[in-house]
Structures are given as structure tokens and as C-alpha cells.
């Protein structure tokens, strides 16, 4: 502690005198021309420091005279040093400290040391006359602490070299304290509140302390006790150089606090994300008591959505004022019954006025002098269950008004979950009628029990396998049992856990059917005959026409100058039937042979047939001059050889049939286009895609009303006079284009020129 080159003391002795519980000093004589004047202090122990209560640093040099009370006489320093050094001597004195230290009654006791004097101090408050009455009252004030309720402690306040607060010492510690804190008092008083609390700095807490220390401003504030996990109210009030402090747990408090605002959140957030309208309200009442309105106290963000009005528009607004007809449809006097008896009720309500036109799914209940409505607007399902109504109604006139006979029949399984029946769940009039069985015979009822012969006939087991696999299946069924008799065209589908039987009688189509596949037979084994014998007869007939030709051109070559001009013009004559006999026998050959569908299926790029077919009538376009633009032609699944046939014919035709002195004018176009935008007359599948292909000229044209009958065989319209031919060309293409699945149609003018209209599938 304090100490001078004067008066050096040993490390030793310094540590020891430190922990020393009474207080020590050490005073130096100082003298002037050999007098003794004062005596200085050069040194003082901590617990002297203490004692004192003040700052450590304004006790160096410090003379006795100032250091003791006024109420001690000292005249001189040599009185003193005769009256206190020359033998023991001591006395009592009040300490009065600095401004918030506490005050004590101090003993000093005097010894002589060289070159100065030692004095001793001892803390005799608690057995000082004075103290004693006080130490009444502070054990009357102990036991009031200790019983308080409170957690009460008195701190006495540790300061620095500066005087700083830097902590507290526990000089007081009740029960109670110890109940909140779990310290107990006895550790509690050997402690500080650093060493109680190592939280209590980086809380701020002891910053707060200390301000009540050194102002004297009370604090209240809660602070978390983090060692025992606690929320405490903490009050704090000077006393002398220290304070009190009071301790009251708070954690339950706080705990229902914070779980009634986690209600208040939790109802909130609920009363405002709610899927329904929430409306609370008010009863008015008149002066007998009776309820005459009600009036909106709270509503919800889905009810102002649901009933057309922006927030808060209807809080404080009368029902009767925004929803007047709540009053003709009595839903109003429900409400009053539910204030008036208590009883809940939930109703649904249509309600078709005040410019709305919703379904109400609404439940109520009385809350004190007033109701609180819950409700949802159920108009999309209200209506949606009404167009089911009227879809069922519909459906069930629709199945009564059906020529189908349709059943539906739910699953019967057993406890491994195998199908063993089925349930017939639904019938209509026509099944009805067709089974020869009533409406009431038939619906509910199991199904193999009334038709045993389903087992026996597979339906049965299509029936399973289709509820199986979910795949619908289309098929004919000749059903011979039960009373049944005859031929069925059925299909089955699945629907939820069983199927839809959907049925006609085609008994007599199917007797039809048989007969006209017979006919059919006959007639392709006819038509087999007929092109066998076309084939022998155009062989046979071709030999006598060979040697008819070959026997004229002997006339003509050997004998023509015998014959005379008559004679020579009569072989002409013969040589030309025979070359148009011969023609026409080997068009008739073609015909006969197309009369079956191509035998070639295989990918034909019509852009090299068109140019093979314009490499074989090259020289009649070189004669003719004629002008011919092809455009990009696709390719398609087809018979090659029919194809080339097909395009032979009608260029053939094109380039023949054009007036004289014009050259030709021919143009082939091509375009895709859609099955259902082909003309109606067009027999084709509308769903299928095509190719268009238009051959154009500017030849002589025709009559419209010739359109169809162009394409029968031996059909001409010019003499043979006029134009080349036999009249076989364009049935051999109508059958070339139908042998693909195709059509060929033709536009006509007389003089402006012809356009033929080629379908033919997409490859």
C-alpha cells in the first residue's frame, strides 16, 4: 500500500500487514531546526484504507492532525508526542466518511517506532453505546427482510484507487434471495455480485447499480437470470455508500404474459386467415329489451371480400341497414334466437338480395350480448351440385333415351381382394327391355346369379381384365343362355372400381354381315375368274388380230398394185380395226389387272415418276410445243408401276385434248390439306391428312355434267374421228387412286380448260 524511502518495509511484512484484519499506520516525525513540527503519514494497509473510507490516493503525506477528528485536542506536535508516545494510550472516534461511505466508530491505539509513531484502528461500531440501539433496529430490520416475500440484499460498494465503483460486496442476503437465486446467504456474503452473477456486466446491469450508487435515481427494470433460468423484476435503491436491492420472480408472470399475446397472435392470425367470413356482432336493443338490430363489432378480411365491402367499412354499421332482406328471410330471427337462448344453430341459406346472389354455408353462436357468425360462400359448390342434378337428370333421361343398352357394375371382391361378382348398379330401359328383365329384377343385384352363362362365354373375365388394366375393349358376342338368343356388339369400359357394359342385338346385321362376306367370297372368286379369263381372252384374241395385220401387209406389199386404189384402202381400212382392237384389248388387260389393290406397298417419290413419264412423251411435247411446269411433288406409300400409270394417262390426256394450233399449256401443283377440308362429295376419312395434286391445262374442256361419267369405262365424248382413244384411261386412274385409299375428282370448262384433283394419303 503506501509506503516511503523513509519508512521501507519488507515484501514480507507489506503482504502481511495487508491481511491483516485491523487497520495499520505508520506516521514520520518532521521537525524544522530541531523541533519536532507533525507527523506525516508514510504508510497504510488496505484494511486501514477501508476503515477510513477514503480514496487510497489522498493519504500519502497526510498529517496526523488533519487525519484525526477535531474533538481530539492536539495543541502541538510535541504534546501529542508526550501524551500518546511515551506510553500506550488509545481512544474512540466517530468516523465521518465521504458522501455515500459508510460511517463508523473507530478505536485508535498509539506505539513509539523510530523516527515516528504506529497507529492501530479497530471497527468497534457494533460495541459502540451509540451502535447498539442501531443494531436493535438492524436486527429488527433483519428479520423484516428475512421474511419478506422479496428478495432482499443490502450491497456495499467497491471502489478503486480513482474511487470507482467497480463492484459490490453482499453485506445482507434474506431467504428469499436465496429461494430466487439458489445462492445461500452465507456464500452469498463472502462473494460479490461479479462473482454471483458473471452476466451482470455484459448486461448492464452493474452499470445500473452503480448509477443508483453514485446518483441515488432508483432502478427498476426485469432482467434474465441466465444460472437459473429466470425472469426477475429488479428494483434498486441507495443506501449509505451502497444499495438495496429487491428480487421478484416474474418468470410465471411473464410466461402467461407472452402466452396470452401468443393467443391474442394466434386468434388473430386465425380470426384473419381463416378460410370463412367471420363476422362478430352487437344486439341493439329498445327500451323494453327486445332486439331490434344488430350491429357489426368485428369483421374479418374474407367476410368484407365475400360481401363486397373495403375494410373496415361495416365495423359499427347496423345489419339491418346493409342487409335489410336478413329481415324477410327470418334469418335475422334465428339470430335473435340464438342471443336470446344460447342455442347454436347452422343453416344454409340462399340469399338472392341486397345485390348479391350467393349460397351461405353459415353457423352461429351467441357471444355475451351479441353473436358471432362463421360462414363460407358455397355458391361454387351450390352450383356446381345443381349442374350436377340437372347433368345427373340428364344423364339418366339421356341413358332412358339411349338404343344402347348400357349397365354399370361395380366390383364384388373377396377378402384377398380377387373380383368374384359383380354388382349391377345402375340399368337403363333399353337393357331393361333387352334382357326381358324389370328395372327392379336387375339393379342391386349380382350379377352371375342372374347370368351364369357370363362365366361360361368369358364376358366375365373381359370384364375383370378390363378393370384390371383400364384398357376398354370393343367386341361382338354371341350369347346363347339365359334366355338370350342371338349376336351382341358390346363394349366395356372401366369406370372407379367397376366397368360400363354398353350393348345392342345385331343379330339380324350379323346374319346380314355373314351372307354379304359370302357374297363377297363369291364375288371375288367371280372377279379372280373374270380377270383369269380377261388375261386368256386378250392372249387369245391378240394372235388371229397378229396374223390379220400380217396378212394385210402381204396384200398391201404383194398385191396392192392388183387391188386398185379401192382394193388398197379397204387393207388400210382393216389394219386400223385391227390396231384399235388391239389397243383396246390391252387397256381392257390393264383394267383387269388393277382390279385388285396395289401389290407393291413401298415409298414412291412422285417427283421421278412425273419426270419419268414427261421422259416418255418427250417427243410428243417437242411436237406439240408444249409448256409444262411440275412443282415439288412429295413422296408416298404406293405401287410404283400404278402410279406411273396413273400420271401417264392424264398428261397423255392433257397434251391430246387441246384445240388446234395451241400448245399446250399444262401446270402440276401440290399442297397438303386436311381430311376435313376435303368437299363432302369426297369420300375420304376426315381425320386423316392428304396430299392435293392438280394437273391443269388449257385444253378444250368439258360439260360439267360429264364429270362422273368420264370416269366409267368406254366412256367418250369425242368421236374417234376427233381424238385417239378408248375411252378406258381415266376409269384405269380412278381405279389406280382408289387402290391407295385416294380420290380423283375433275373441274371442267368448255374452251378455258380442265383441272383434275389427285388425294392421295400422307406417307
Not at 691 to 717: C, H
Request: charge should be negative; glycine fraction near 8%.
Amino acid at each position: 500500500m503506501l509506503s516511503s524511502p523513509d519508512t521501507p518495509l519488507s515484501l514480507d511484512m507489506n503482504g502481511l500487514l495487508n491481511q491483516a484484519p485491523f487497520g495499520a499506520l505508520i506516521f514520520t516525525a518532521t521537525d524544522s531546526s530541531g523541533t519536532l513540527d507533525d507527523y506525516k503519514l508514510t504508510y497504510a494497509n488496505q484494511t486501514a484504507v477501508w476503515l477510513l473510507g477514503r480514496p487510497a490516493n489522498s493519504l500519502p503525506g497526510l498529517a496526523l492532525a488533519d487525519l484525526l477528528p477535531s474533538t481530539i485536542e492536539l495543541t502541538t506536535a510535541n504534546l501529542l508526542r508526550s501524551q500518546y508516545v511515551g506510553q500506550p494510550v488509545h481512544f474512540v472516534w466517530l468516523n465521518q466518511a465521504g458522501q455515500g461511505q459508510q460511517t463508523r466508530w473507530l478505536e485508535a491505539s498509539f506505539r513509539e517506532l523510530d523516527h515516528g509513531i504506529a497507529m492501530y484502528l479497530r471497527d468497534v461500531t457494533d460495541e459502540h453505546p451509540e451502535a447498539v440501539g442501531k443494531r436493535t433496529e438492524v436486527e429488527l430490520l433483519r428479520a423484516v427482510i428475512n421474511n419478506s416475500l422479496n428478495g432482499l440484499m443490502h450491497c456495499e460498494a467497491i471502489r478503486n484507487d480513482e474511487g470507482t465503483i467497480i463492484d459490490f460486496r453482499v453485506n445482507i442476503h434474506n431467504q428469499s434471495m436465496t429461494g430466487l437465486t439458489g445462492v445461500p446467504g452465507s456464500t452469498a456474503r463472502v462473494n460479490t455480485f461479479t462473482g454471483l452473477d458473471p452476466f451482470v456486466i455484459s448486461s448492464g446491469l452493474m452499470d445500473g447499480y452503480s448509477r443508483v450508487a453514485v446518483t441515488g435515481e432508483p432502478l427498476r427494470v426485469s432482467y434474465y437470470y441466465e444460472p437459473i433460468d429466470r425472469w426477475l423484476d429488479v428494483s434498486a435503491a441507495r443506501l449509505d455508500d451502497g444499495i438495496v436491492v429487491s428480487l421478484v420472480d416474474i418468470t410465471m408472470a411473464r410466461q402467461a404474459v407472452r402466452e396470452k399475446q401468443q393467443n391474442a397472435e394466434w386468434l388473430a392470425r386465425l380470426y384473419n386467415s381463416s378460410i370463412n367470413g367471420i363476422v362478430i356482432l352487437q344486439a341493439v336493443r329498445d327500451e323494453q329489451g327486445q332486439i331490434v338490430d344488430l350491429v357489426y363489432q368485428r369483421v374479418n378480411r374474407v367476410a368484407e371480400r365475400i360481401l363486397g365491402y373495403p375494410s373496415g367499412y361495416m365495423n359499427g354499421r347496423k345489419i339491418l341497414e346493409i342487409f335489410p332482406a336478413v329481415k324477410t328471410t327470418g334469418v335475422f330471427d334465428q339470430y335473435v334466437h340464438t342471443i336470446e337462448t344460447g342455442e347454436a344453430r347452422r343453416v344454409e341459406l340462399h340469399y338472392p338480395f341486397d345485390g348479391l346472389e350467393i349460397w351461405f354455408d353459415l353457423s352461429f353462436q351467441k357471444l355475451e350480448d351479441g353473436i358471432v357468425i362463421s360462414f363460407l360462400d358455397i355458391t361454387p359448390i351450390k352450383k356446381a351440385s345443381i349442374r350436377l342434378e340437372e347433368q345427373a337428370q340428364l344423364l339418366n333421361g339421356i341413358l332412358d333415351g339411349s338404343l344402347s343398352a348400357i349397365l354399370w357394375l361395380t366390383a364384388i371382391r373377396s377378402e384377398t381382394g380377387e373380383v368374384e361378382d359383380f354388382r349391377i348398379e345402375t340399368v337403363n330401359q333399353a337393357a331393361s327391355q333387352l334382357l326381358k328383365t324389370p328395372l327392379e329384377g336387375l339393379v342391386q343385384q349380382r350379377m352371375l346369379p342372374l347370368f351364369p352363362g357370363a362365366m361360361s362365354t368369358g364376358l366375365f373375365d373381359r370384364f375383370s381384365r378390363v378393370l384390371a388394366s383400364g384398357q376398354p375393349e370393343r367386341f361382338e358376342q354371341v350369347y346363347q343362355q339365359d334366355g338370350q338368343n342371338g349376336w351382341y356388339d358390346a363394349s366395356v369400359t372401366k369406370l372407379n372400381d367397376g366397368v360400363v357394359l354398353t350393348f345392342q342385338e345385331i343379330t339380324d346385321k350379323k346374319l346380314a354381315q355373314l351372307q354379304l362376306e359370302e357374297s363377297v367370297q363369291q364375288l371375288k372368286r367371280s372377279n379372280e375368274n373374270l380377270e383369269q379369263f380377261a388375261y386368256v381372252a386378250s392372249h387369245d384374241l391378240k394372235e388371229p388380230l397378229r396374223k390379220i395385220t400380217a396378212f394385210g401387209d402381204v396384200l398391201q406389199s404383194q398385191f396392192g398394185h392388183q387391188l386398185g386404189s379401192q382394193g388398197q384402202d379397204l387393207i388400210r381400212r382393216m389394219q386400223q380395226a385391227a390396231d384399235r382392237m388391239n389397243t383396246l384389248i390391252r387397256d381392257l388387260l390393264s383394267y383387269s389387272r388393277l382390279a385388285t389393290k396395289a401389290r407393291n406397298r413401298e415409298r414412291v417419290d412422285l417427283q421421278t415418276v412425273v419426270t419419268d413419264v414427261l421422259t416418255d412423251l418427250e417427243q410428243v411435247i417437242r411436237e406439240k410445243d408444249a409448256d409444262i411446269q411440275v412443282a415439288e411433288l412429295p413422296t408416298v406409300v404406293g405401287d410404283g408401276s400404278q402410279l406411273g400409270q396413273l400420271f401417264q394417262n392424264l398428261l397423255s390426256n392433257a397434251l391430246k385434248f387441246v384445240a388446234d394450233g395451241t400448245p399446250p399449256r399444262i401446270r402440276i401443283g401440290c399442297e397438303a390439306v386436311a381430311g376435313q377440308r376435303i368437299p363432302a362429295f369426297v369420300a375420304l376419312a376426315p381425320k386423316e391428312q392428304y396430299w392435293k395434286i392438280t394437273i391443269s391445262d388449257n385444253g378444250i374442256g368439258f360439260d360439267p355434267k360429264y364429270a362422273d361419267r368420264i370416269f366409267e369405262v368406254f366412256q367418250r365424248l369425242h368421236g374417234r374421228g376427233q381424238y385417239e382413244g378408248t375411252g378406258v384411261g381415266l376409269a384405269i386412274s380412278r381405279k389406280v387412286v382408289e387402290n391407295h385409299r385416294g380420290a380423283i375428282t375433275v373441274d371442267s370448262q368448255p374452251g378455258v380448260g380442265t383441272t383434275f384433283y389427285v388425294y392421295l394419303p400422307q406417307a
